[in-house]
């Protein structure tokens, strides 16, 4: 083979160890399995989610482990966190700076009900000491629209629904506005505990829901999800920008179309800035508008 064959498939080989990464950490993915293959340098790697419940159906379980049947060597758990550390060089380094944007999420099969039933009655961080309910998504599970926040208030705990409460009044009027109708379009939350005085969850916490998000996000597919405020904005982008630095323009996660904007409760403390949402939002619409329509 020459250099520039081998090139070509060090830098494929490169892009989709970068993707795999990015898309297990999206997960929640803790640490991998190596697994050394006898007469060979280069290694299969598969993943695992230490204390994390496996996705509900056997599709979804063999795509999150990537490991090949039959395999039975004994695997080296290495924290996935470390994995770029440990790839580290100058030639890897710009190569991981040049290789745009991971694959697309794959469509899951998997149901909300599966889903949830994952959740369980969870304690996986401290919220749910001072929870009435978990708060699920809510609406459209072919919806082209989706609504993310940040986590549950005092009522939307109370109702065990998500944006009930004064800030939910007000998201579905703008929804309203847009020419949808509220269960047209899905409408969750990063956290499904609500925090404690309505404060923002934190990284620890959000990391435990997140998973569970991705997975109703790729049972869904959405073609635009609207972030609502800075800190579902962050956590579902893993970003470092504010959110009047991003609002308005769209990101792409995985292949979909993100638009930050303010959250609602963010509107009634602050109504000048509605109109800037609303200017966001009609991009939204306007965007909804050009593709066409999925199937209610």
Not at 4 to 22: F, P
Not at 116 to 133: E, F, H, I, K, S
Not at 240 to 264: A, L, N, S, Y
Request: net charge neutral; hydrophobic share 35%; with cysteine.
């Amino acid at each position: 083979m020459d250099s520039a064959a081998i090139i070509s498939e060090l830098l494929s080989l490169t892009k989709q160890t970068r993707e795999h990464v990015v898309y297990f950490r999206e997960l929640g993915v803790e640490n991998i399995e190596v697994e050394h293959q006898p007469g060979f340098h280069l290694k299969t790697v598969s993943a695992t989610a230490t204390g994390q419940h496996e996705p509900a159906n056997a599709s979804n379980r063999a795509a999150a482990s990537g490991s090949p049947k039959g395999a039975s060597a004994a695997p080296q758990i290495i924290p996935i966190d470390k994995q770029p550390t440990s790839m580290a060089s100058p030639v890897t380094d710009s190569l991981f700076g040049d290789l745009g944007p991971p694959t697309a999420i794959e469509k899951s099969s998997e149901t909300f009900e599966e889903i949830w039933a994952d959740v369980g009655d969870c304690t996986r961080c401290p919220l749910y000491q001072g929870r009435t309910n978990i708060v699920h998504t809510e609406g459209n599970r072919r919806a082209r629209l989706m609504f993310v926040g940040e986590a549950p208030g005092a009522e939307e705990d109370a109702q065990a629904r998500p944006f009930v409460g004064r800030a939910g009044q007000l998201l579905t009027k703008i929804i309203q506005a847009i020419g949808f109708k509220r269960e047209e379009v899905l409408i969750g939350n990063v956290n499904r505990c609500r925090p404690p005085g309505n404060r923002p969850p934190t990284q620890e916490e959000a990391s435990m829901c997140k998973p569970f998000l991705l997975r109703e996000i790729a049972a869904v597919q959405p073609e635009v999800i609207v972030v609502l405020g800075n800190t579902a904005m962050k956590n579902l982008l893993d970003i470092k920008q504010g959110i009047t630095r991003v609002r308005g323009q769209f990101q792409d996660f995985h292949g979909v179309k993100v638009m930050p904007t303010f959250h609602p409760a963010y509107l009634l403390r602050d109504p000048s800035k509605k109109q800037e949402t609303w200017q966001d939002l009609k991009k939204v619409r306007d965007y909804l508008d050009s593709t066409s329509k999925r199937p209610a």
